[in-house]
């Protein structure tokens, strides 16, 4: 499995979705999305792609108690800044 999923940014308004999980390859997030939703949409379309056994309601469930305890923990989405490598030793 990859260390990261490939996230694209663009309008989604056709399709009527916020994000989109493509397979295993990619996920698209409505470029308009800002902070909490942005972050919930975010992780809803991740769990699709790392749990694809999950319900579409599962995927809802764990991606806003996800969104919710982040947020409370003051995640925010910032500028690339350097950062200490994560537990597999990447970056």
Known sequence: MAKSI????????????????????FIEIDERLK?????EILLHECLHILLPQLSE??????SIILTNTLWKERYRRIE????????????
């Open 80 to 91: 690339d800044l350097p950062h200490p490598p994560l537990q597999d030793g990447s970056k």
């Open 35 to 39: 902070g909490k939703k942005h972050l």
């Open 6 to 25: 490939k996230v694209r940014y663009g309008k989604l308004g056709k399709q009527k979705a916020w994000g989109i999980a493509h397979g295993d390859e």
């Open 57 to 62: 309601e599962e995927v809802i469930k764990y």
